[in-house]
């Protein structure tokens, strides 16, 4: 009984924290551009169903499940890449 309860605590947590992710970039023109920002962002081993588009000039992303990315830490990876990032949207 508590393990059940357990068990469902856990998955109704990673269920809430796979959110997705919306990141504005400011600065990308090409398709190394997306190449890099793209591999920044798979480094971090949080952000899942990456995707990069330069004609919305955003990232995409999901949290990895259980892992928790701050705009802090997606806004450095982007920077390792080179370029600034401008609002950051999350959706449950
Ligand atoms: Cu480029």
Not at 18 to 47: D, F, N, P, Q, Y
Not at 68 to 76: G, P, Q, V, Y
Request: charge should be positive; include cysteine; glycine fraction near 4%.
């Amino acid at each position: 009984m508590r393990i059940t309860f357990y068990l469902l605590s856990i998955f109704l947590s990673f269920q809430a924290l796979a959110a997705k992710v919306e990141v504005e970039v400011i600065g990308m023109t090409c398709g190394m551009c997306v190449e890099s920002i793209t591999k920044e962002l798979t480094a971090t081993e949080k952000a899942d169903k990456i995707s990069v588009s330069l004609e919305n000039k955003k990232a995409y992303l999901e949290e990895v499940k259980g892992k928790k990315i701050s705009d802090t830490e997606l806004r450095a990876a982007i920077k390792k890449a080179g370029y600034d990032t401008a609002k950051i949207i999350r959706k449950q």
